[in-house]
Protein backbone atom coordinates (compact mmCIF):
# COMPACT_ATOMS: atom_id res chain seq x y z
CA UNK A 1 0.00 0.00 0.00
CA UNK A 2 1.16 3.34 -0.53
CA UNK A 3 2.39 5.34 1.89
CA UNK A 4 1.47 9.03 2.57
CA UNK A 5 3.35 11.41 3.74
CA UNK A 6 2.20 12.33 7.35
CA UNK A 7 4.36 15.68 8.10
CA UNK A 8 1.13 18.46 7.38
CA UNK A 9 2.42 21.49 6.05
CA UNK A 10 -0.10 23.86 7.83
CA UNK A 11 0.14 22.03 11.83
CA UNK A 12 -2.02 23.87 13.65
CA UNK A 13 -2.00 21.43 16.82
CA UNK A 14 -4.84 20.79 18.95
CA UNK A 15 -3.40 20.88 22.25
CA UNK A 16 -4.30 21.84 25.28
CA UNK A 17 -3.36 25.44 24.97
CA UNK A 18 -4.10 25.89 21.53
CA UNK A 19 -7.77 24.85 21.51
CA UNK A 20 -8.75 28.19 22.61
CA UNK A 21 -7.43 29.64 19.01
CA UNK A 22 -10.67 28.23 17.24
CA UNK A 23 -12.95 30.14 19.08
CA UNK A 24 -16.19 31.63 17.79
CA UNK A 25 -14.55 35.09 17.12
CA UNK A 26 -11.72 33.26 15.31
CA UNK A 27 -13.81 30.77 12.96
CA UNK A 28 -17.41 31.51 13.28
CA UNK A 29 -19.26 34.21 13.54
CA UNK A 30 -19.27 34.47 16.71
CA UNK A 31 -23.33 34.77 17.59
CA UNK A 32 -24.48 34.06 20.66
CA UNK A 33 -27.24 31.10 20.40
CA UNK A 34 -30.02 31.20 22.55
CA UNK A 35 -30.39 28.37 25.11
CA UNK A 36 -33.04 25.99 26.20
CA UNK A 37 -33.16 24.16 29.08
CA UNK A 38 -31.66 20.58 28.59
CA UNK A 39 -34.50 17.97 28.11
CA UNK A 40 -35.11 15.22 31.17
CA UNK A 41 -36.58 11.90 30.84
CA UNK A 42 -40.07 11.62 30.81
CA UNK A 43 -41.33 8.60 32.70
CA UNK A 44 -44.52 8.27 30.33
CA UNK A 45 -41.42 6.65 28.12
CA UNK A 46 -41.03 3.07 28.46
CA UNK A 47 -37.60 2.59 26.25
CA UNK A 48 -36.77 -0.76 24.47
CA UNK A 49 -32.98 0.58 24.23
CA UNK A 50 -31.76 2.93 26.83
CA UNK A 51 -27.92 4.07 26.82
CA UNK A 52 -25.45 6.30 27.64
CA UNK A 53 -23.03 8.66 25.49
CA UNK A 54 -20.29 10.39 27.01
CA UNK A 55 -18.23 13.08 25.11
CA UNK A 56 -14.95 12.96 26.56
CA UNK A 57 -11.62 13.84 26.11
CA UNK A 58 -8.99 10.10 25.48
CA UNK A 59 -6.23 9.25 23.93
CA UNK A 60 -5.62 6.53 21.35
CA UNK A 61 -3.43 5.45 18.83
CA UNK A 62 -3.87 5.67 15.25
CA UNK A 63 -0.06 5.94 13.81
CA UNK A 64 3.07 4.37 15.55
CA UNK A 65 4.59 6.00 17.86
CA UNK A 66 2.92 8.73 20.92
CA UNK A 67 -1.24 8.26 21.26
CA UNK A 68 -3.16 10.54 19.81
CA UNK A 69 -5.17 13.07 21.96
CA UNK A 70 -9.07 12.64 20.93
CA UNK A 71 -12.46 13.82 21.53
CA UNK A 72 -15.08 10.80 21.58
CA UNK A 73 -17.96 9.30 22.39
CA UNK A 74 -17.86 6.21 24.65
CA UNK A 75 -20.93 4.53 25.27
CA UNK A 76 -21.87 2.02 27.58
CA UNK A 77 -25.92 0.30 27.41
CA UNK A 78 -27.95 0.68 30.46
CA UNK A 79 -31.40 -1.55 28.68
CA UNK A 80 -31.96 -3.20 25.33
CA UNK A 81 -30.24 -6.03 23.18
CA UNK A 82 -26.30 -6.37 23.27
CA UNK A 83 -26.46 -5.73 19.97
CA UNK A 84 -27.41 -2.21 20.06
CA UNK A 85 -23.85 -0.78 21.19
CA UNK A 86 -20.74 -2.51 19.85
CA UNK A 87 -17.24 -0.23 21.09
CA UNK A 88 -15.11 0.42 18.11
CA UNK A 89 -11.88 -1.36 19.34
CA UNK A 90 -8.93 0.54 19.97
CA UNK A 91 -10.41 4.02 18.22
CA UNK A 92 -11.52 7.01 18.44
CA UNK A 93 -15.31 6.85 16.70
CA UNK A 94 -18.21 6.17 18.78
CA UNK A 95 -19.99 2.66 19.19
CA UNK A 96 -22.04 1.43 16.46
CA UNK A 97 -25.77 1.52 17.38
CA UNK A 98 -28.13 -0.41 15.90
CA UNK A 99 -31.75 -0.05 16.52
CA UNK A 100 -34.88 -1.56 15.18
CA UNK A 101 -37.95 0.41 13.37
CA UNK A 102 -40.58 0.92 15.83
CA UNK A 103 -38.68 0.54 19.40
CA UNK A 104 -38.53 3.39 21.89
CA UNK A 105 -35.13 4.54 22.21
CA UNK A 106 -33.60 6.68 25.56
CA UNK A 107 -29.68 8.45 25.08
CA UNK A 108 -28.44 9.88 28.01
CA UNK A 109 -26.39 12.38 26.69
CA UNK A 110 -23.74 13.76 28.55
CA UNK A 111 -21.24 16.24 28.27
CA UNK A 112 -17.29 16.02 30.13
CA UNK A 113 -15.66 18.45 27.29
CA UNK A 114 -14.30 21.25 28.30
CA UNK A 115 -16.65 23.12 26.08
CA UNK A 116 -20.89 23.21 25.09
CA UNK A 117 -22.06 20.55 22.96
CA UNK A 118 -25.11 18.63 21.32
CA UNK A 119 -25.70 15.22 19.31
CA UNK A 120 -27.57 15.45 16.19
CA UNK A 121 -28.86 11.71 14.87
CA UNK A 122 -28.23 12.62 11.02
CA UNK A 123 -31.22 11.04 8.92
CA UNK A 124 -33.06 9.90 11.69
CA UNK A 125 -37.09 11.37 11.55
CA UNK A 126 -37.38 13.03 15.21
CA UNK A 127 -38.96 15.62 17.20
CA UNK A 128 -37.04 19.15 16.79
CA UNK A 129 -36.06 18.26 20.55
CA UNK A 130 -34.58 15.36 19.80
CA UNK A 131 -32.93 16.34 16.55
CA UNK A 132 -29.84 18.30 18.68
CA UNK A 133 -30.85 21.61 17.07
CA UNK A 134 -27.94 24.09 18.38
CA UNK A 135 -30.25 26.04 20.71
CA UNK A 136 -29.98 22.47 22.62
CA UNK A 137 -26.61 22.60 23.92
CA UNK A 138 -25.47 21.39 26.87
CA UNK A 139 -22.65 22.69 29.57
CA UNK A 140 -19.66 20.47 30.51
CA UNK A 141 -20.99 18.09 33.74
CA UNK A 142 -24.31 18.24 31.88
CA UNK A 143 -26.65 15.80 30.68
CA UNK A 144 -29.27 16.23 27.78
CA UNK A 145 -31.87 13.24 27.68
CA UNK A 146 -32.86 12.15 24.12
CA UNK A 147 -35.88 10.22 23.86
CA UNK A 148 -37.84 9.34 20.59
CA UNK A 149 -39.56 6.02 18.66
CA UNK A 150 -37.45 4.82 15.27
CA UNK A 151 -39.33 5.64 12.50
CA UNK A 152 -36.88 5.21 9.67
CA UNK A 153 -37.07 2.46 7.82
CA UNK A 154 -33.43 0.24 7.18
CA UNK A 155 -30.49 2.18 6.76
CA UNK A 156 -27.56 3.83 8.00
CA UNK A 157 -27.18 6.97 9.81
CA UNK A 158 -24.82 9.44 11.69
CA UNK A 159 -24.18 10.78 14.65
CA UNK A 160 -22.29 14.12 15.56
CA UNK A 161 -22.27 17.04 17.21
CA UNK A 162 -24.17 19.88 15.98
CA UNK A 163 -22.89 22.61 18.40
CA UNK A 164 -23.31 26.17 16.97
CA UNK A 165 -20.38 26.98 14.81
CA UNK A 166 -18.34 24.29 16.78
CA UNK A 167 -19.50 21.54 14.73
CA UNK A 168 -16.27 20.98 12.50
CA UNK A 169 -14.09 20.73 14.82
CA UNK A 170 -15.89 18.65 17.10
CA UNK A 171 -16.45 16.03 14.51
CA UNK A 172 -12.75 16.77 13.75
CA UNK A 173 -11.35 15.60 16.84
CA UNK A 174 -13.30 12.69 17.03
CA UNK A 175 -17.02 12.97 17.91
CA UNK A 176 -18.68 10.61 15.10
CA UNK A 177 -20.32 7.46 15.05
CA UNK A 178 -22.34 5.52 12.92
CA UNK A 179 -26.34 3.90 13.40
CA UNK A 180 -28.02 1.11 11.77
CA UNK A 181 -31.76 0.90 11.70
CA UNK A 182 -33.21 -2.57 11.08
CA UNK A 183 -36.77 -3.32 10.02
CA UNK A 184 -38.40 -6.83 8.83
CA UNK A 185 -38.54 -5.65 5.16
CA UNK A 186 -34.79 -5.63 5.02
CA UNK A 187 -34.47 -9.04 7.39
CA UNK A 188 -36.71 -10.81 5.01
CA UNK A 189 -33.88 -10.34 2.35
CA UNK A 190 -31.21 -12.21 4.49
CA UNK A 191 -28.53 -9.86 3.30
CA UNK A 192 -24.84 -10.26 4.39
CA UNK A 193 -24.82 -9.98 8.40
CA UNK A 194 -23.10 -10.72 11.51
CA UNK A 195 -18.77 -10.97 10.67
CA UNK A 196 -20.47 -10.41 6.79
CA UNK A 197 -21.80 -6.82 7.23
CA UNK A 198 -19.13 -4.68 7.77
CA UNK A 199 -19.77 -0.74 8.53
CA UNK A 200 -16.73 1.60 7.45
CA UNK A 201 -16.43 5.28 8.56
CA UNK A 202 -14.47 7.01 5.92
CA UNK A 203 -12.67 10.53 7.36
CA UNK A 204 -9.25 12.17 6.75
CA UNK A 205 -7.11 13.54 9.10
CA UNK A 206 -3.91 15.77 9.51
CA UNK A 207 -1.45 14.79 12.41
CA UNK A 208 2.12 17.20 13.77
CA UNK A 209 5.16 15.46 13.99
CA UNK A 210 4.22 14.76 17.61
CA UNK A 211 1.04 12.18 16.02
CA UNK A 212 -1.71 15.00 17.56
CA UNK A 213 -4.45 15.82 15.44
CA UNK A 214 -3.25 19.23 13.03
CA UNK A 215 -6.53 21.14 11.82
CA UNK A 216 -5.82 23.73 9.53
CA UNK A 217 -6.95 27.39 10.85
CA UNK A 218 -6.53 29.38 7.79
CA UNK A 219 -8.54 31.35 4.87
CA UNK A 220 -8.12 28.18 2.44
CA UNK A 221 -9.88 25.90 5.21
CA UNK A 222 -12.58 28.42 5.79
CA UNK A 223 -13.17 28.76 2.29
CA UNK A 224 -13.34 25.42 1.45
CA UNK A 225 -13.18 23.32 4.39
CA UNK A 226 -10.29 20.52 5.84
CA UNK A 227 -8.84 18.21 3.86
CA UNK A 228 -6.55 15.71 5.79
CA UNK A 229 -3.20 13.95 4.68
CA UNK A 230 -4.57 10.22 5.52
CA UNK A 231 -8.03 8.67 4.80
CA UNK A 232 -8.84 6.71 8.03
CA UNK A 233 -11.14 3.92 8.18
CA UNK A 234 -13.10 3.36 11.35
CA UNK A 235 -10.70 5.94 12.92
CA UNK A 236 -7.16 3.22 11.58
CA UNK A 237 -4.76 4.04 8.79
CA UNK A 238 -4.20 1.45 6.28
CA UNK A 239 -6.90 -0.85 7.23
CA UNK A 240 -6.80 -4.39 5.83
CA UNK A 241 -10.00 -5.99 6.39
CA UNK A 242 -9.70 -10.42 6.47
CA UNK A 243 -12.68 -11.17 4.57
CA UNK A 244 -13.54 -15.05 2.93
CA UNK A 245 -14.40 -15.75 -0.56
CA UNK A 246 -18.03 -14.80 -0.24
CA UNK A 247 -20.63 -12.26 -0.41
CA UNK A 248 -20.04 -9.39 1.90
CA UNK A 249 -22.05 -6.36 2.46
CA UNK A 250 -20.10 -2.77 2.87
CA UNK A 251 -21.75 0.05 4.84
CA UNK A 252 -20.06 3.35 4.12
CA UNK A 253 -20.27 6.44 5.56
CA UNK A 254 -18.67 9.39 4.35
CA UNK A 255 -18.15 11.20 7.77
CA UNK A 256 -15.13 13.38 7.04
CA UNK A 257 -15.59 17.21 7.10
CA UNK A 258 -15.21 18.40 3.60
CA UNK A 259 -13.26 15.54 1.60
CA UNK A 260 -15.68 14.11 -1.31
CA UNK A 261 -14.49 10.53 -2.48
CA UNK A 262 -15.19 8.90 -5.95
CA UNK A 263 -15.11 4.82 -4.17
CA UNK A 264 -13.58 2.49 -6.95
CA UNK A 265 -11.91 -0.97 -6.95
CA UNK A 266 -8.65 -0.72 -7.75
CA UNK A 267 -9.39 -3.66 -10.17
CA UNK A 268 -12.24 -2.14 -12.27
CA UNK A 269 -14.51 -5.05 -10.78
CA UNK A 270 -17.92 -2.50 -10.27
CA UNK A 271 -19.74 -1.66 -7.52
CA UNK A 272 -23.00 -3.41 -6.85
CA UNK A 273 -24.82 -0.39 -4.82
CA UNK A 274 -28.01 -1.59 -2.98
CA UNK A 275 -28.60 1.59 -1.03
CA UNK A 276 -27.84 5.05 -0.07
CA UNK A 277 -28.52 7.22 2.84
CA UNK A 278 -32.01 5.96 3.57
CA UNK A 279 -31.89 2.76 3.31
CA UNK A 280 -32.29 -0.06 -0.16
CA UNK A 281 -32.97 0.23 -3.42
CA UNK A 282 -35.54 -0.89 -5.34
CA UNK A 283 -33.06 -2.83 -7.28
CA UNK A 284 -29.33 -3.27 -7.16
CA UNK A 285 -27.47 -1.08 -9.64
CA UNK A 286 -23.77 -1.44 -11.14
CA UNK A 287 -21.87 1.20 -11.41
CA UNK A 288 -17.72 1.63 -12.22
CA UNK A 289 -17.59 4.12 -8.79
CA UNK A 290 -19.94 5.90 -6.55
CA UNK A 291 -19.17 9.38 -5.50
CA UNK A 292 -19.65 9.85 -1.79
CA UNK A 293 -19.92 13.47 -0.01
CA UNK A 294 -19.83 14.04 3.62
CA UNK A 295 -22.91 12.80 5.48
CA UNK A 296 -23.46 10.23 2.62
CA UNK A 297 -23.42 6.60 2.99
CA UNK A 298 -23.74 4.04 0.52
CA UNK A 299 -23.98 0.55 0.67
CA UNK A 300 -22.00 -1.94 -1.37
CA UNK A 301 -22.38 -5.76 -2.11
CA UNK A 302 -18.80 -7.04 -2.68
CA UNK A 303 -18.78 -11.08 -3.69
CA UNK A 304 -15.47 -12.36 -3.01
CA UNK A 305 -16.24 -15.69 -4.23
CA UNK A 306 -14.02 -17.21 -6.74
CA UNK A 307 -11.20 -15.17 -5.36
CA UNK A 308 -7.83 -16.98 -4.61
CA UNK A 309 -6.53 -17.45 -0.92
CA UNK A 310 -4.29 -14.15 -0.01
CA UNK A 311 -5.65 -11.82 -3.23
CA UNK A 312 -6.57 -8.02 -2.58
CA UNK A 313 -9.06 -6.10 -3.32
CA UNK A 314 -8.59 -2.17 -2.65
CA UNK A 315 -10.75 0.14 -2.26
CA UNK A 316 -9.66 3.34 -3.78
CA UNK A 317 -10.83 7.18 -3.75
CA UNK A 318 -10.34 7.12 -7.86
CA UNK A 319 -9.43 10.30 -9.82
CA UNK A 320 -11.72 13.10 -10.75
CA UNK A 321 -11.96 17.20 -11.60
CA UNK A 322 -14.62 19.58 -11.35
CA UNK A 323 -15.68 19.69 -7.37
CA UNK A 324 -13.34 22.14 -6.52
CA UNK A 325 -12.04 25.49 -8.02
CA UNK A 326 -8.36 25.24 -9.57
CA UNK A 327 -7.23 27.76 -7.70
CA UNK A 328 -8.36 26.47 -4.29
CA UNK A 329 -6.92 22.89 -5.48
CA UNK A 330 -3.70 24.57 -5.76
CA UNK A 331 -3.77 26.14 -2.69
CA UNK A 332 -4.93 23.41 -0.83
CA UNK A 333 -2.73 22.41 2.29
CA UNK A 334 -2.97 18.53 1.69
CA UNK A 335 -0.39 15.82 0.44
CA UNK A 336 -3.88 14.28 -0.88
CA UNK A 337 -5.66 16.38 -3.39
CA UNK A 338 -9.21 16.33 -3.54
CA UNK A 339 -9.77 14.45 -7.08
CA UNK A 340 -6.23 12.71 -7.10
CA UNK A 341 -6.34 8.99 -6.57
CA UNK A 342 -5.56 7.46 -3.48
CA UNK A 343 -5.86 3.95 -1.06
CA UNK A 344 -9.08 3.67 1.26
CA UNK A 345 -8.54 -0.16 2.42
CA UNK A 346 -7.63 -3.44 1.35
CA UNK A 347 -10.21 -6.43 1.53
CA UNK A 348 -7.33 -9.88 1.61
CA UNK A 349 -9.29 -13.53 1.17
CA UNK A 350 -7.94 -15.09 4.38
CA UNK A 351 -10.51 -18.26 4.43
CA UNK A 352 -12.13 -20.18 2.41
CA UNK A 353 -16.07 -20.49 2.57
CA UNK A 354 -18.97 -22.37 0.37
CA UNK A 355 -21.35 -19.50 1.56
CA UNK A 356 -23.02 -18.15 -1.89
CA UNK A 357 -25.90 -15.72 -2.39
CA UNK A 358 -27.40 -13.58 -4.93
CA UNK A 359 -29.28 -10.60 -4.22
CA UNK A 360 -32.99 -11.36 -4.79
CA UNK A 361 -34.27 -9.23 -8.15
CA UNK A 362 -36.14 -6.70 -6.12
CA UNK A 363 -34.82 -5.43 -2.91
CA UNK A 364 -37.42 -3.02 -1.62
CA UNK A 365 -40.74 -0.86 -2.60
CA UNK A 366 -39.83 2.72 -2.54
CA UNK A 367 -43.40 4.78 -2.95
CA UNK A 368 -42.77 7.19 -5.75
CA UNK A 369 -44.15 10.70 -5.34
CA UNK A 370 -46.68 11.93 -7.35
CA UNK A 371 -47.53 15.35 -8.98
CA UNK A 372 -50.51 15.24 -7.04
CA UNK A 373 -49.05 14.71 -3.70
CA UNK A 374 -46.87 17.58 -4.20
CA UNK A 375 -48.20 21.04 -2.42
CA UNK A 376 -45.83 23.91 -4.75
CA UNK A 377 -45.70 22.20 -8.08
CA UNK A 378 -45.34 25.56 -9.51
CA UNK A 379 -43.32 27.57 -6.60
CA UNK A 380 -40.56 25.15 -5.79
CA UNK A 381 -38.90 26.03 -2.30
CA UNK A 382 -35.40 27.52 -3.81
CA UNK A 383 -32.24 26.72 -2.14
CA UNK A 384 -29.95 29.18 -3.58
CA UNK A 385 -25.94 28.80 -2.80
CA UNK A 386 -23.85 31.32 -2.48
CA UNK A 387 -20.16 31.28 -1.67
CA UNK A 388 -18.51 34.55 -2.26
CA UNK A 389 -15.27 36.02 -0.38
CA UNK A 390 -16.21 35.36 3.22
CA UNK A 391 -20.38 34.82 2.79
CA UNK A 392 -21.75 31.60 2.96
CA UNK A 393 -25.29 31.95 2.57
CA UNK A 394 -28.55 30.10 1.69
CA UNK A 395 -31.09 32.05 -0.59
CA UNK A 396 -29.06 35.15 0.10
CA UNK A 397 -28.85 35.12 4.34
CA UNK A 398 -26.22 33.53 6.67
CA UNK A 399 -27.63 31.41 9.38
CA UNK A 400 -29.78 32.88 11.96
CA UNK A 401 -31.98 31.76 14.94
CA UNK A 402 -35.46 33.00 14.57
CA UNK A 403 -35.10 34.39 10.86
CA UNK A 404 -37.58 32.15 9.28
CA UNK A 405 -38.45 34.14 5.80
CA UNK A 406 -41.72 33.89 3.93
CA UNK A 407 -40.83 30.45 1.24
CA UNK A 408 -39.25 28.76 5.00
CA UNK A 409 -42.62 28.45 6.58
CA UNK A 410 -43.73 24.83 5.81
CA UNK A 411 -47.67 23.21 6.62
CA UNK A 412 -46.87 19.97 8.38
CA UNK A 413 -47.54 17.34 6.57
CA UNK A 414 -46.92 18.47 3.56
CA UNK A 415 -44.88 17.51 0.81
CA UNK A 416 -42.98 20.33 -0.68
CA UNK A 417 -41.13 20.24 -3.90
CA UNK A 418 -37.37 21.84 -3.38
CA UNK A 419 -35.02 23.68 -6.17
CA UNK A 420 -31.40 23.38 -5.20
CA UNK A 421 -28.78 25.47 -7.28
CA UNK A 422 -25.96 27.67 -7.27
CA UNK A 423 -26.60 31.13 -7.19
CA UNK A 424 -24.33 33.67 -8.94
CA UNK A 425 -25.05 36.84 -7.73
CA UNK A 426 -22.81 39.98 -6.72
CA UNK A 427 -19.69 39.23 -4.51
CA UNK A 428 -21.36 38.96 -0.77
CA UNK A 429 -24.18 40.99 -1.83
CA UNK A 430 -26.37 39.00 0.10
CA UNK A 431 -29.78 40.68 -0.98
CA UNK A 432 -33.42 38.36 -1.08
CA UNK A 433 -33.98 39.30 -4.04
CA UNK A 434 -31.15 37.53 -6.24
CA UNK A 435 -32.10 34.33 -7.87
CA UNK A 436 -35.34 34.48 -4.98
CA UNK A 437 -38.13 34.60 -7.46
CA UNK A 438 -38.69 31.14 -9.23
CA UNK A 439 -39.23 33.65 -12.58
CA UNK A 440 -35.96 34.35 -12.82
CA UNK A 441 -34.77 30.46 -11.75
CA UNK A 442 -36.57 29.32 -14.48
CA UNK A 443 -35.90 31.64 -17.42
CA UNK A 444 -32.15 32.53 -16.19
CA UNK A 445 -29.25 32.57 -18.71
CA UNK A 446 -27.40 34.79 -16.28
CA UNK A 447 -28.34 31.96 -13.23
CA UNK A 448 -27.59 28.88 -15.18
CA UNK A 449 -24.07 30.11 -17.18
CA UNK A 450 -21.23 27.83 -16.69
CA UNK A 451 -19.93 27.70 -12.74
CA UNK A 452 -16.30 26.96 -14.25
CA UNK A 453 -16.71 29.82 -15.99
CA UNK A 454 -14.31 33.28 -15.98
CA UNK A 455 -15.08 36.06 -12.94
CA UNK A 456 -15.15 35.57 -9.05
CA UNK A 457 -17.97 33.45 -9.19
CA UNK A 458 -16.58 30.88 -11.13
CA UNK A 459 -13.55 30.58 -9.69
CA UNK A 460 -15.42 30.11 -6.42
CA UNK A 461 -17.96 27.32 -7.69
CA UNK A 462 -17.36 24.18 -6.03
CA UNK A 463 -19.48 21.05 -4.97
CA UNK A 464 -21.53 21.51 -1.69
CA UNK A 465 -23.44 18.93 -0.04
CA UNK A 466 -26.63 19.91 1.13
CA UNK A 467 -28.74 17.90 3.65
CA UNK A 468 -31.95 18.32 4.98
CA UNK A 469 -32.87 17.27 8.62
CA UNK A 470 -36.50 15.21 8.89
CA UNK A 471 -37.35 12.98 6.65
CA UNK A 472 -35.28 11.99 3.00
CA UNK A 473 -36.29 13.46 -0.03
CA UNK A 474 -36.44 12.12 -3.42
CA UNK A 475 -34.67 13.48 -6.22
CA UNK A 476 -36.67 14.31 -9.36
CA UNK A 477 -34.23 15.99 -11.88
CA UNK A 478 -30.72 16.92 -11.85
CA UNK A 479 -29.41 18.51 -14.91
CA UNK A 480 -26.31 20.01 -15.67
CA UNK A 481 -24.55 23.17 -17.44
CA UNK A 482 -20.93 23.74 -17.31
CA UNK A 483 -17.83 21.72 -18.00
CA UNK A 484 -18.49 18.83 -19.79
CA UNK A 485 -14.96 16.66 -19.68
CA UNK A 486 -14.92 17.75 -15.71
CA UNK A 487 -18.16 17.00 -15.22
CA UNK A 488 -17.79 13.27 -17.24
CA UNK A 489 -15.24 12.26 -13.98
CA UNK A 490 -18.09 12.09 -11.53
CA UNK A 491 -21.50 11.90 -13.59
CA UNK A 492 -21.91 8.28 -13.54
CA UNK A 493 -21.36 8.28 -9.45
CA UNK A 494 -24.38 9.50 -8.47
CA UNK A 495 -27.01 7.30 -6.78
CA UNK A 496 -29.99 9.02 -7.29
CA UNK A 497 -32.88 6.63 -6.86
CA UNK A 498 -33.22 5.58 -3.51
CA UNK A 499 -34.25 7.88 -0.40
CA UNK A 500 -31.66 10.56 -0.10
CA UNK A 501 -30.88 13.25 3.09
CA UNK A 502 -27.51 14.44 1.35
CA UNK A 503 -27.09 15.62 -1.87
CA UNK A 504 -23.93 16.72 -3.72
CA UNK A 505 -24.77 19.52 -6.19
CA UNK A 506 -21.57 20.11 -8.42
CA UNK A 507 -20.95 23.11 -9.76
CA UNK A 508 -23.11 23.88 -12.73
CA UNK A 509 -25.48 21.53 -11.15
CA UNK A 510 -29.48 22.25 -10.42
CA UNK A 511 -31.81 19.67 -8.35
CA UNK A 512 -35.13 19.10 -7.77
CA UNK A 513 -36.39 17.09 -4.96
CA UNK A 514 -39.22 16.18 -3.53
CA UNK A 515 -39.24 16.20 0.59
CA UNK A 516 -42.13 14.88 3.05
CA UNK A 517 -42.34 17.35 5.86
CA UNK A 518 -44.39 14.69 8.26
CA UNK A 519 -45.55 14.17 11.58
CA UNK A 520 -42.79 16.96 13.63
CA UNK A 521 -43.77 20.66 14.26
CA UNK A 522 -40.83 22.87 14.75
CA UNK A 523 -37.51 23.94 13.37
CA UNK A 524 -35.16 22.03 10.98
CA UNK A 525 -32.07 22.57 9.54
CA UNK A 526 -31.18 22.37 5.89
CA UNK A 527 -27.32 23.11 5.47
CA UNK A 528 -24.06 22.23 3.81
CA UNK A 529 -22.64 19.44 5.13
CA UNK A 530 -19.44 20.64 4.12
CA UNK A 531 -18.74 21.17 8.05
CA UNK A 532 -16.57 24.54 7.65
CA UNK A 533 -19.71 25.83 5.60
CA UNK A 534 -22.25 24.53 7.92
CA UNK A 535 -20.17 26.84 10.50
CA UNK A 536 -19.46 29.32 8.68
CA UNK A 537 -23.34 29.89 8.10
CA UNK A 538 -24.30 28.29 4.75
CA UNK A 539 -27.21 26.75 7.01
CA UNK A 540 -31.09 28.03 7.28
CA UNK A 541 -33.97 26.71 9.66
CA UNK A 542 -37.44 25.26 7.90
CA UNK A 543 -40.31 25.85 10.21
CA UNK A 544 -42.85 23.21 9.97
CA UNK A 545 -46.29 24.70 11.44
CU1 LIG B 1 -25.32 15.64 9.74
CU2 LIG B 1 -27.50 18.98 10.37
O1 LIG B 1 -26.33 17.33 10.07
CU1 LIG C 1 -28.99 15.84 9.87
CU1 LIG D 1 -20.78 24.14 1.08
Not at 442 to 471: K, N
Amino acid sequence: MQRIGHVSRRGFLFGAGAAAAIGASAYGQGHAMRRIAPNRASEAFDPDVELELICKRDETSILTGRPTRVWRYAGHLIKGPANALTETPGAYLGPLLRFSKGQKVRIRLRNELPEETITHWHGLHVPMLMDGHPTAAIDPGETYVYEFDIRNRAGMYFYHPHTHEKTATQVYRGLAGAIIVEDEEERALALPSGAFEIPLVIQDRSFDDDNQLAYGDDMHTRMFGFYGDRALVNGRCNVTLDVANRPYRLRILNGSNARIYKLCWDDRTPLTVIGVDGGLLEKAETRPYVMLAPAERVDLLVDFTGRPQGSKLTMLSGEFYGLLPPMAQRMMGSNLPMGEAFPLFTARVTETSSDSWKPPEKLSTIRRFREADIANLDNPIPIAITMAHMAMLLNGRPYGHDDIQPHERIPVDSTQLIEIFHERGGMGQGGMGQGMGMGMMGGGGMMRGRMGGMGMMGMMSMAHPIHLHGQQFQIIERSFEGDEDAYATIREGFIDGGLKDTVLVAPGERLRIAKRFGDFKGRFMYHCHNLEHEDAGMMREFSVE
